[in-house]
């Protein structure tokens, strides 16, 4: 069985359309898989000529490169943002680059959230990433609806069940808050179907794209989404703290933003230095400060390459390379796998998959040590991202492999089991 499943990767390898893009990217010294690219994604080579050439421009233009940079970064926003459109289904002015997840959710939490008398309750998930539980609770703190927080709650296989998210939208839901695959277990969302649930039960939805950007299609517009946002150092290996993104429909362009700044201004007035805010026409508006040129440049070359190798293509090979891995650790001897449990549900995989182990934080030390990096969260979580653009499914054999040999041989018991990585 085994190896009919090693002939089907390396198939799978000969058939790869994005095959060549592995080479593009840097892979640190002893690291042979990279498995983190959900928490981190890798440098390219075209990342790293962006930055490089953002440094020559802040060198040799100084002022002038707000003006006549490429793109100017007076519009590199925008300009990115339109890019970026076509990775999340939106229309170009739907969508902008900017901020950071955190700062964006803060943004437009506090421009949707409108509490009325009976309509207040904000939805989220349990399990949602702790920096959107503290968005949404300190909003709710500074508005005074400390009880209007409603958590759906996963069930005892980490499933989390579209149906019970649907009975917790009731006609006393202002917003909704879900990801659209969940950080920690690597399920998918049905965000078609949640965002006409909560739209027909006259709630505003926003998604956090964090761990779908950049490896899987969406359809933002089409859906009629209310509002997103992701970051873009996961999937799109824009670098640590590379600037994020932020969707708001159409439908919603007259809205004020809550926390206005003045490069959320309308671009023909903004140096009129006038103290009353005009907006800027479209998602743009929803931007604050001056735009962190540096921080963003990684991501004009990044975005080229998801670009160029096409959204479809990338969601495609992705899930081969899932399904690949979670049929290898299926095959593997029964005894040895006994304790090893994939919680991530078939039917629903998003970019990476997660499995878990009593010793999983030794199993990652061991891992590491054969130069396959992959990610823990606690308590007892692997995660297994196989990055589309630098991952192949001879990556995915050795893996399996490795895993084997380190559980046959129990080596994770050398190691402590304790705190892996951070982020
Ligand atoms: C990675 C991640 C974040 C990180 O937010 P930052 O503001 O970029 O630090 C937020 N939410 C989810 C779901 C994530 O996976």
Known sequence: MLNEWKKEASAADERDPLAAYQRE???P?????????????????????????????????????WGDASPPWFHQAEQL???AAALVGSLPHETIIAGSITSNLHQLLHTFYRPGAKRRKIVMEAGAFPTDHYAVTSLLRSCNQEDALVLVYPDEHHILHEEDIEAAVTDETALVLLPSVLYRTGQRLNMKQLTKHASD???????????SFGVMPHELHELEADFAVWCTYKYANSGPGGTAGLFVHEKHHHLTPALAGWFGSDKDVQFDMEETFTPAAGAGAFQQGTPPILSTAPLLGSLEMLLEAGI?????KSLQLTT?????????????????????????????LAVTHPYAAGICEALKKEGII????????IRLAPSPLTTSAADIVFTVETLHDILKKETYLQYKNERGSIA
Do not use: C, M
Not at 37 to 43: A, E, H, P
Not at 312 to 316: D, F, L, S, V
Not at 325 to 345: A, F
Not at 374 to 381: F, L
């Open 25 to 27: 990217f840097y892979f």
């Open 29 to 65: 010294e002893h690291v042979r898989v990279y498995l983190d690219g959900n928490s981190l994604g890798l440098l390219s080579h075209r990342a790293e000529a962006a930055v490089q050439q953002a440094l020559e421009e802040w060198k040799t233009k100084a002022i002038g490169g």
């Open 81 to 83: 943002g339109a890019s």
């Open 201 to 211: 039960a006259g709630a505003v939805i926003g998604w956090d794209l964090a761990h």
């Open 312 to 316: 479809e293509r990338i969601r495609a």
């Open 324 to 352: 690949l891995l979670r049929r290898g650790i299926t095959l593997l001897p029964e005894e040895e796998t006994k304790d090893l449990r994939i919680i991530t549900p078939a039917e629903g995989t998003g970019g990476h």
């Open 374 to 381: 992959p990610d823990y969260r606690e308590p007892n979580i």
